[in-house]
């Protein structure tokens, strides 16, 4: 089966920097994706690996180890607006970006 | 980047009535786009990969017969939650990307199903 396991919260005050790890078990892959969800709304893209290695994107960085099926979402600077759901998600091979999404981080940043 | 709009944003029926809802890539084509089904505070579960000119492949445990797809177009995909019963309430969300393997999903707005 599939399986993607996520811490279900974290909090953090503003400024601060957050970890937010994932370890995966699916048959196929081909990438490591995370988005960001705010309550209501649609997931948003944040970041992409499908080698080892650490990616930045601006306060965000994401990281994969293939050998471990393990991967972290950085989050530096924190902000408010910050204060989100984020998922892991397993992209499969075949490409169309076949998602699986872990259970999802709910991130709370006070001031 | 791409637009993917879904319609309608929220919708309330009766049990026993089916709801359609739409899927568009406004700004490119799209062969293939994936139905999400979430509930509150849960996980987006896939319920079923949707191909245009052929038949739609389900996730295990998607029943085919309720929620019926169509994909008759390369910029419109339909979900269509058949006799629909309150459990069926849900966010419903689809997504497509712009070629294979590109790195990056993009959602409709959701749709919220509430049946009463």
């Known amino acids: 089966g599939q399986s993607l396991e996520q811490p279900s919260e974290v909090t953090a005050v503003e400024g601060a920097i957050v970890q937010i790890n994932c370890t995966y078990q699916t048959s196929g892959f081909y990438g490591l994706s995370w988005y960001q969800q705010h309550d209501g709304g649609a997931p948003t893209f944040l970041s992409y690996n499908a080698l080892d290695g650490l990616e930045e994107t601006g306060r965000f960085s994401s990281f994969l180890s293939r050998s471990d099926s393990y991967g972290y979402l950085l989050l530096q600077e924190l902000q408010m607006k910050d204060s989100a759901s984020y998922f892991c998600a397993v992209v499969f091979s075949g490409g169309y970006n076949k998602l699986i999404f872990g259970a999802g981080t709910r991130l709370a940043v006070h001031p | 980047g791409a637009v993917v709009s879904q319609h309608p944003s929220w919708v309330i029926c009766k049990s026993g009535t089916s709801v359609k809802i739409e899927c568009r890539s406004l700004d490119f084509q799209a062969t293939t786009m994936f139905w999400y089904r979430q509930f509150p505070k849960q996980s987006l579960m896939l319920m079923a990969t949707?191909?245009?000119?052929?038949?739609?492949?389900?996730e295990q445990g998607v029943e085919k017969d309720k929620f019926l797809i169509n994909h008759a177009s390369l910029t419109l995909s339909t979900l269509t939650v058949t006799s629909a019963h309150p459990e069926d309430s849900s966010f419903y969300i689809c997504?497509?990307?712009?070629?294979?393997?590109?790195?990056?999903?993009?959602f409709g707005q959701g749709t919220r199903l509430t049946v009463v």
């Open positions: 949707s191909n245009e000119g052929s038949k739609a492949t389900y």
């Open positions: 997504s497509a990307s712009l070629t294979t393997g590109n790195t990056e999903a993009f």
